[in-house]
């Protein structure tokens, strides 16, 4: 944390934890009979109780958003950037909820969690959740936190699927869906680095078929390759040229950059170690993200992308589906995103045009690629504050 | 509110949805939301503009007009309006005839270039026409389909739409007798309530 607490975080945060002992049937059709989410909260609830904002988190994320644990925490939570008091997702206006989802491995049940029945790991015995599935817990959360409705649900890449697969299914408990830099399923190809990613960690010796916790291990190398290759996704080319090309020799001063070939040592060493800072630059990033995660949930949440569909309810059609999604919606996509690249989004904003839906859509121009949904781009926060702050405007109004 | 936007209003009914292509920073689709109820998206490139929508709490899509509509149902809107947008499209007939695809009718606004004006700049100076109204010069004007009413009108009784409505104003936008005796040479914004003819 630095030296003092900035005045727009939401300052020292304390995790919650919220047991549910009604068992929740799963897309699967297999049952988990208990489960725990962890959650965090920011901001009050108004005494109407419409002034909720639900978050999902995507792929690595957690329900740790924003602010700090404890005093030596260094960096804040995941999405900080948007979430305190008079930023974007203002928690001076709104009671900001924040989980863990199901199958995750910060502190909800998932793989790396003891199986009541056994009381061993669930590794690999941890059922395959889906977008729908963590939805519907998500509701159970609501029903228990006791709101009656969002006023907004949010989220970005498989966060914002989360937000689409809400106003599906519970179209009554949302008032806003903000949908950022998702799609309305993944790509071939998307799916295939998904498989890479997930073949690189079953294929590592230490996965023990996922049974590493029992055995004290885990596929670190597996995980590392998978964030390596994942992290290669998050960005965009110019964005790794313009990360990894900051020292431009004398030569290529005139035409101002090297296109992010910086080397480490400043000189190749004709071998086959590291040469570029991009190698260890993801080699950093896979090293600390395979630290700090679960295999079996990366697997888990690898399988909820590749599986969401929510066409797969009405014919393939995807306006049908919206059919009745009676809030009104926010789109936004980034211009160098090839994750989900702005096309996805559209395909997504045609469809809820064409059933009559409310919908604003913005195409943000950034360099930053799929990452730049967690980073502060000035027009992204901008429309993201302008639009909560009519969503707390309408709340005004409607107040009896 | 922009005078013609006034104008524009009157021929919006209750309740109606509308598209506003061109929507600017969301003022009309803001009013008729707020007094007619009307249900609205508009489209818009310019990213000030969409931010004052966004923060009006009006709908609207960054979509550019020239890539089509393709996204957008036939007969899925009661009124698609087009204002001052006419001549700064790349296919200004096809957006026309997609404008009264999606809508059971159209409102196009535009200033008339065959306002005498326009004609005496160019009859006397031999240059194209720069006012206030039309302040850009040749080579930097977005305006690159200028038309007069005549042209408009040509274009309407070629294509089979109806003009349910056309009114031409000054800059003022401020109708009177002898504009609507001779609109084409008095109009400088010309205004048409437009519909598919299906007799």
Redesign the interface.
Known sequence: MPDSIPTDSVGLVTPQVYKFDEPLTLRSGKVLPKYELVIETYGKLNREKTNAVLICHALSGDHHAAGYHSKNDSKPGWWDSCIGPGKAIDTNLFYVVSLNNLGGCAGSTGPASINPETNKYYGPDFPVVTVRDWVSSQLRLMDRMEIPEWAAVVGGSLGGMQVLRWTISYPDKVRHAVCIAAAPKLSAQNIAFNEVARHSITSDRDFHEGHYLEKGTYPKQGLMLARMVGHITYLSDSAMRAKFGKSVSNFEKDTAENFGRDLRSGKLSFGFDVDFQVESYLHYQGERFSENFDANTYLLMTKALDYFDPTVDFEGDLSKAFANSDC?F?LMSFSTDWRFPPERS?EI??DL??V?R??????IEADQGHDAFLLPIP?YI??LS??L??VH??NKSDAP | MRPDLEIIQQWIAPNSKVLDLGCGDGSLLHYLQTTKNVHGIGLEIDETNIQHCLDRGTNVIEQNLDEGLSNFQSGSFDTVLLAQTLQALSKPDHLIDEMLRIGKNGIVTFPNFGNWKSRLYLASRGRMPVSKFIPHSWYNTPNIHFCTVKDFDALCTQRNIKVLARTVVDLEHQGSWYMKAWPNLLGEIAIYHISKDTD
Do not use: P
Not at chain 1, 358 to 363: K, Q, T
């Open positions: 009104k926010l559209r904003v045609s045009l064409k009559g409310e919908v604003s859509y913005l195409e027009r901008e429309a302008g639009y702050q009519r405007q309408e």
